[in-house]
């Protein structure tokens, strides 16, 4: 099928206000076809919850993959595409997921698809939730 992102914003606005946004804690967890749902690609964490969670914790992984800019640039084009604010408390909740444990499963999650920068995950997360600190202040 093929989804436009005019779908996919049209979507995302009839979905707003909490709590009963379907999340996934972990990247964009539907699939829509003319502004309707149309199936959930990841059941086992698919759940009601706020969309701060999954905004986070894909912000998250862009701050680990590449850099802080790409992780805040990526809320600031979600807020704008979905015409909502995502509450940046469930954003840095999700952020501060982090541990060093990431370190080690990222590797096999990317499998030598993309470079790593593992050294600097840690300081490119923390660079990311002082700037999620930021914005909630």
């Known amino acids: 099928m093929n989804y436009s992102s005019d779908d996919k914003v ?75 604010r995502v509450d940046r408390r469930a954003d840095l909740r999700a952020l501060l997921c982090f541990d060093l444990e990431w370190q080690r499963f990222i590797p096999r999650q990317v499998a030598g698809r993309a470079p790593l920068d593992l050294a600097g995950m840690p300081g490119r997360v923390a660079a990311t939730i002082r700037g999620a600190l930021d914005g909630i202040g």
């Open 10 to 84: 049209a979507a995302s606005k009839s979905l707003t206000g909490p709590p009963g946004l379907l999340t996934q804690r972990s990247t964009p967890p539907v699939l829509w076809c003319d502004q309707r749902l149309t199936g959930v690609v990841d059941w086992p964490n698919a759940a009601t919850g706020n969309r701060g969670s999954d905004v986070g914790h894909c912000r998250l992984n862009l701050a680990l993959l590449f850099d802080t800019t790409t992780a805040g640039d990526y809320l600031v084009m979600y807020e704008r595409a979905a015409g909502v």
